[in-house]
């Protein structure tokens, strides 16, 4: 890394020396797992569950095969167990211990596998076969030596929505059946264990459904925002090997101004104050630096786009009109009483239903109620005034 560099990675999982450790979630995790457990991390957006499970990914423990599997864009349960099928046969082939198994296992499914070769494995194309079954059949067939497998699934919960919005209601249903089927199988449960993950509320998306038992089986593990002290660690990384120092008070200042301490907006915020220090050929960032920075972030829709995006996807008709005029009366007024929150729901018709959209707002890291249950107030400043300035006005 050239001098002055910053070890900054924005909107992106990080990874290696750019990963904050997060020693005690990931002692939690190994636990759980080691239990038997199946898990889900369970966080607001931008929190870092993502560099969590890359973390688990690029670091296995021992006798454990680790598979990672983003499922975002999958809209229906056949693909979603196509893709899983693959990812975790390609996983294998990526170990030397498992080159014999997979060509004895690869025999055993010719209408999935088309050939084994130096360059991994060629599968069939198509969507014909039935993969949910021909994972059943994978793991009963599957000679492990006491290893287990343990596959990282990311956005999950969109997966679940897309099928909701897609194929609808019953479908979404049936797919999470088959999902805790395979999960409470005991010859699954052997070999094959899972750690879902997204920037979605699973449990909301279930809830609104009314089946969260099809979840409950599921161990949560929280990703909270960071400490002081690991805040602290992260600055340091960042500015590790570049001469760059940060004030004291300007330290303090950040921790204010920021708000909600996730890694997203600390890498924002430095990245910015780099460019500014750097125009004036200085090293050190000052607390006028901090709240210059802030105003340049503010100005950069691609920072906080997302958060407008994803409800624009997430929301249809009269339920993206109330959580956008919600957000919308919160960043001017700063706060909004539960009653008023009531009203607004009653103005497009959902005083049934409307309480599960506040609480995937929570969940999803827009708003909170910590300082008082019945008020609500966005978890950073830095959102609530993009949102005022770019969405609300």
């Known amino acids: 890394m050239s001098k002055n560099a910053l070890n900054v990675v924005i909107g992106q999982a990080a990874r290696g020396e750019k990963y904050l450790p997060r020693t005690n979630i990931t002692n939690e995790i190994w636990r759980k797992l080691e239990g038997g457990s199946s898990l ?50 390609g996983e294998m082939t990526t170990l030397r211990r498992y080159a014999a198994i997979v060509k004895t296992l690869a025999k055993k499914f010719p209408s999935c596998i088309e050939s084994v070769g130096p360059e991994g494995i060629k599968f069939h194309p198509g969507n ?48 999470l059946e088959t999902k805790r089927s395979i999960r409470q199988d005991p010859v699954m449960q052997n070999k094959l264990q899972f750690i879902y993950a997204g920037s979605i509320g699973l449990e909301n998306i279930v809830s609104k459904m009314n089946h969260v038992n099809l979840v409950a089986d599921l161990a949560p593990i929280a990703v909270p925002p960071l400490t002081k002290k690991e805040v602290k660690k992260l600055i ?10 940060l004030e004291e008070d300007a330290f303090e200042h950040l921790l204010e101004i920021t708000e909600w301490w996730i890694p997203y907006y600390f890498q924002i915020i430095l990245d910015e104050s780099y460019k500014i220090i ?45 959580v956008k005029e919600l957000l919308n009366v919160i960043s001017e007024k700063k706060r909004i009483p539960s009653s008023e929150i009531f009203n607004c729901a009653v103005k497009y018709g959902l005083e049934n239903s409307y309480t599960d959209l506040v ?3 929570k969940h999803d890291g827009y708003i909170n109620n910590s300082d008082n249950p019945k008020e609500y107030r966005f978890n950073s400043s830095l959102l609530r005034e993009w949102w005022c300035a770019n969405v609300a006005n």
């Not at 966080?43 to 569950?49: E, H, T, Y």
């Not at 349960?77 to 693959?86: D, G, P, Q, R, S």
């Open 40 to 89: 889900l991390l369970v966080a607001p957006r931008r929190v870092g569950k993502s560099s969590i499970l890359f973390h688990l990914f690029d670091n296995p423990k021992e006798k454990l095969l680790i598979a990672y599997y983003i499922s975002e864009s999958v809209n229906n349960e056949n693909e979603f167990y196509k893709k899983l099928f693959h990812h975790i046969l």
């Open 128 to 175: 014909s076969v039935d993969y949910c079954d021909e994972l059943r059949k994978l793991m009963q067939k599957a000679v492990l030596n006491d290893d287990k497998i343990i596959v990282l699934i990311d956005e999950f919960a969109s997966t679940v929505e897309n099928i909701v919005q897609d194929e609808g209601e019953r479908a979404a249903i049936h797919f």
């Open 236 to 245: 340091n990384m960042i500015f590790d090997g570049s001469g760059i120092t």
């Open 278 to 322: 750097e125009e004036r050929g200085s090293t050190v960032i000052t607390k006028g630096d901090i709240d210059a920075a802030v105003k340049n972030a503010l100005k950069q829709r691609i920072y906080f786009e997302h958060w407008f995006a994803r409800l624009r996807k997430a929301y249809k008709a009269n339920e993206f009109s109330f």
């Open 359 to 361: 609480n995937a707002l």
